[in-house]
Protein backbone atom coordinates (compact mmCIF):
# COMPACT_ATOMS: atom_id res chain seq x y z
CA UNK A 1 0.00 0.00 0.00
CA UNK A 2 3.11 2.17 0.23
CA UNK A 3 2.97 2.94 -3.37
CA UNK A 4 -0.22 4.13 -3.67
CA UNK A 5 -0.03 6.04 -0.47
CA UNK A 6 3.17 7.76 -2.06
CA UNK A 7 1.77 8.43 -5.32
CA UNK A 8 -1.56 10.43 -3.06
CA UNK A 9 0.89 12.40 -1.04
CA UNK A 10 3.14 13.89 -4.49
CA UNK A 11 -0.56 14.71 -5.84
CA UNK A 12 -1.27 16.64 -2.58
CA UNK A 13 2.00 17.90 -2.01
CA UNK A 14 1.59 19.82 -5.54
CA UNK A 15 -2.23 20.52 -4.93
CA UNK A 16 -1.31 21.83 -1.32
CA UNK A 17 1.48 24.36 -2.65
CA UNK A 18 -0.49 25.63 -5.20
CA UNK A 19 1.43 24.17 -8.72
CA UNK A 20 -1.91 22.94 -9.68
CA UNK A 21 -5.56 22.21 -8.71
CA UNK A 22 -7.54 18.88 -8.99
CA UNK A 23 -9.06 20.30 -12.58
CA UNK A 24 -6.10 20.62 -13.78
CA UNK A 25 -4.21 17.77 -12.40
CA UNK A 26 -3.45 14.14 -14.80
CA UNK A 27 -1.30 11.78 -14.31
CA UNK A 28 0.36 8.44 -16.37
CA UNK A 29 1.15 5.24 -15.48
CA UNK A 30 2.13 2.38 -17.48
CA UNK A 31 2.17 -1.84 -16.72
CA UNK A 32 2.22 -1.54 -12.70
CA UNK A 33 2.29 2.12 -12.70
CA UNK A 34 -1.31 1.71 -14.41
CA UNK A 35 -1.97 -0.09 -11.67
CA UNK A 36 -1.32 3.01 -9.25
CA UNK A 37 -3.05 5.30 -11.25
CA UNK A 38 -6.35 3.14 -11.89
CA UNK A 39 -6.47 2.54 -7.65
CA UNK A 40 -6.10 6.55 -7.28
CA UNK A 41 -9.34 6.75 -9.71
CA UNK A 42 -11.10 4.12 -7.70
CA UNK A 43 -10.28 5.82 -4.11
CA UNK A 44 -9.58 9.33 -4.70
CA UNK A 45 -11.42 10.58 -8.12
CA UNK A 46 -11.85 14.09 -7.01
CA UNK A 47 -8.00 14.49 -6.82
CA UNK A 48 -7.40 14.35 -10.70
CA UNK A 49 -9.03 15.50 -13.79
CA UNK A 50 -7.58 13.15 -16.25
CA UNK A 51 -5.58 10.07 -16.38
CA UNK A 52 -3.27 7.55 -19.07
CA UNK A 53 -2.81 4.23 -18.53
CA UNK A 54 -0.62 2.54 -20.98
CA UNK A 55 -1.33 -1.74 -20.86
CA UNK A 56 -2.18 -0.96 -17.26
CA UNK A 57 -1.98 -4.18 -14.52
CA UNK A 58 -6.06 -3.41 -13.78
CA UNK A 59 -7.14 -7.04 -13.35
CA UNK A 60 -4.13 -8.73 -11.06
CA UNK A 61 -7.17 -10.81 -9.54
CA UNK A 62 -7.74 -12.06 -13.21
CA UNK A 63 -4.41 -12.71 -14.57
CA UNK A 64 -2.70 -14.51 -10.97
CA UNK A 65 -5.51 -16.84 -11.21
CA UNK A 66 -4.53 -17.84 -14.64
CA UNK A 67 -1.65 -19.66 -14.82
CA UNK A 68 -1.68 -20.92 -18.49
CA UNK A 69 -0.63 -17.02 -18.91
CA UNK A 70 3.12 -17.33 -19.59
CA UNK A 71 4.16 -15.00 -16.42
CA UNK A 72 1.87 -15.46 -14.10
CA UNK A 73 4.02 -18.45 -11.53
CA UNK A 74 7.20 -16.47 -12.03
CA UNK A 75 5.30 -13.33 -10.75
CA UNK A 76 3.93 -14.85 -7.92
CA UNK A 77 7.37 -13.81 -6.19
CA UNK A 78 6.60 -10.16 -6.61
CA UNK A 79 2.70 -10.39 -6.36
CA UNK A 80 2.32 -13.83 -4.15
CA UNK A 81 0.16 -16.70 -4.70
CA UNK A 82 -3.08 -16.60 -4.59
CA UNK A 83 -3.49 -20.07 -3.61
CA UNK A 84 -3.32 -18.26 -0.02
CA UNK A 85 -6.55 -16.97 1.55
CA UNK A 86 -4.08 -14.13 2.98
CA UNK A 87 -2.82 -12.78 -0.11
CA UNK A 88 -5.91 -13.14 -2.25
CA UNK A 89 -7.61 -10.79 0.40
CA UNK A 90 -4.62 -8.36 0.46
CA UNK A 91 -4.30 -8.49 -3.27
CA UNK A 92 -8.23 -8.28 -4.09
CA UNK A 93 -8.65 -5.02 -1.71
CA UNK A 94 -6.60 -2.84 -4.01
CA UNK A 95 -7.39 -4.75 -7.19
CA UNK A 96 -8.61 -1.82 -9.41
CA UNK A 97 -10.99 -4.01 -11.32
CA UNK A 98 -12.54 -5.59 -8.42
CA UNK A 99 -12.87 -2.65 -6.49
CA UNK A 100 -14.68 -0.08 -9.04
CA UNK A 101 -17.97 1.04 -7.97
CA UNK A 102 -20.75 3.45 -9.12
CA UNK A 103 -19.38 7.11 -8.93
CA UNK A 104 -17.85 9.79 -10.92
CA UNK A 105 -14.15 8.95 -12.24
CA UNK A 106 -11.99 11.04 -14.08
CA UNK A 107 -11.49 10.67 -18.04
CA UNK A 108 -9.27 8.09 -19.18
CA UNK A 109 -7.11 7.12 -21.63
CA UNK A 110 -6.07 3.17 -21.51
CA UNK A 111 -3.96 1.30 -23.71
CA UNK A 112 -4.10 -2.35 -24.47
CA UNK A 113 -2.01 -4.28 -27.18
CA UNK A 114 -3.25 -7.28 -28.10
CA UNK A 115 0.64 -9.26 -28.26
CA UNK A 116 0.94 -8.30 -24.68
CA UNK A 117 2.31 -11.49 -22.72
CA UNK A 118 2.83 -9.17 -19.62
CA UNK A 119 -0.96 -7.56 -18.90
CA UNK A 120 -3.27 -9.67 -21.50
CA UNK A 121 -5.07 -7.32 -23.92
CA UNK A 122 -8.28 -8.62 -22.09
CA UNK A 123 -7.48 -7.09 -18.57
CA UNK A 124 -7.57 -3.34 -19.98
CA UNK A 125 -11.07 -4.18 -21.90
CA UNK A 126 -12.50 -6.00 -18.69
CA UNK A 127 -11.62 -3.15 -16.54
CA UNK A 128 -13.33 -0.65 -19.49
CA UNK A 129 -16.05 -2.25 -19.76
CA UNK A 130 -17.02 -2.52 -15.98
CA UNK A 131 -15.76 0.93 -15.47
CA UNK A 132 -17.92 2.48 -18.08
CA UNK A 133 -21.06 0.63 -16.71
CA UNK A 134 -20.33 1.56 -13.06
CA UNK A 135 -20.35 5.32 -14.07
CA UNK A 136 -23.30 5.11 -16.35
CA UNK A 137 -25.19 3.40 -12.94
CA UNK A 138 -23.58 6.29 -10.92
CA UNK A 139 -25.04 8.50 -13.06
CA UNK A 140 -28.61 6.96 -13.71
CA UNK A 141 -29.06 6.93 -9.60
CA UNK A 142 -28.66 10.62 -9.34
CA UNK A 143 -29.98 11.56 -12.25
CA UNK A 144 -26.69 13.26 -12.93
CA UNK A 145 -26.23 13.22 -16.69
CA UNK A 146 -24.40 16.50 -16.87
CA UNK A 147 -21.10 14.88 -16.22
CA UNK A 148 -21.62 11.89 -18.99
CA UNK A 149 -20.61 14.44 -21.73
CA UNK A 150 -17.49 15.71 -20.15
CA UNK A 151 -15.73 12.63 -18.98
CA UNK A 152 -14.10 10.62 -21.68
CA UNK A 153 -13.77 6.71 -20.95
CA UNK A 154 -11.48 5.59 -23.84
CA UNK A 155 -9.78 2.20 -24.70
CA UNK A 156 -7.16 1.93 -27.45
CA UNK A 157 -6.12 -1.46 -28.68
CA UNK A 158 -3.04 -1.50 -30.34
CA UNK A 159 -3.37 -5.33 -32.70
CA UNK A 160 0.27 -5.45 -33.54
CA UNK A 161 2.21 -4.47 -30.56
CA UNK A 162 3.16 -5.91 -27.17
CA UNK A 163 4.22 -4.76 -24.12
CA UNK A 164 6.32 -1.93 -24.91
CA UNK A 165 3.75 -0.07 -27.26
CA UNK A 166 4.47 1.23 -31.03
CA UNK A 167 7.03 2.51 -31.60
CA UNK A 168 8.71 5.11 -34.87
CA UNK A 169 5.64 6.72 -36.20
CA UNK A 170 2.97 4.58 -34.61
CA UNK A 171 4.54 5.46 -31.29
CA UNK A 172 4.28 9.22 -32.20
CA UNK A 173 1.20 9.20 -33.52
CA UNK A 174 0.08 7.95 -29.87
CA UNK A 175 1.72 10.31 -28.17
CA UNK A 176 -0.24 12.56 -30.42
CA UNK A 177 -3.65 11.13 -29.40
CA UNK A 178 -2.66 11.22 -25.77
CA UNK A 179 -2.42 15.28 -25.67
CA UNK A 180 -4.89 15.45 -27.90
CA UNK A 181 -6.83 13.63 -24.81
CA UNK A 182 -5.43 15.68 -22.23
CA UNK A 183 -6.38 18.94 -24.00
CA UNK A 184 -9.86 17.73 -24.29
CA UNK A 185 -10.73 16.11 -20.97
CA UNK A 186 -8.88 19.38 -19.39
CA UNK A 187 -11.07 21.21 -21.60
CA UNK A 188 -8.21 23.72 -22.36
CA UNK A 189 -8.35 26.74 -24.93
CA UNK A 190 -7.45 26.53 -28.67
CA UNK A 191 -5.31 29.52 -28.54
CA UNK A 192 -3.50 31.01 -25.08
CA UNK A 193 -5.06 34.09 -24.37
CA UNK A 194 -4.04 37.30 -25.92
CA UNK A 195 -2.85 34.91 -28.97
CA UNK A 196 -4.14 35.54 -32.64
CA UNK A 197 -3.37 33.95 -35.43
Not at 36 to 41: G, P, T
Not at 44 to 53: F, H, L, N, V
Not at 64 to 84: A, I, K
Request: glycine letters at 6%; proline letters at 6%.
Amino acid sequence: MNSFNDFLACINTVQDQGYSKPRLTCCKGTSAGGLIVAHLCNNQPDKISAAIMKVPHVDIIGTMLDQSLPLTVEEYEEWGNLDSNHVFDYIYSYCPYTNIEPHNYPSMFMTASYHDNRVPYWSPVRFMAKLRAAQCEHQRRCNDVSTSSKVFQILKTNLSSGHYGAAGDEGLKEAALEIAFLHKALDLPDMLPNQHS
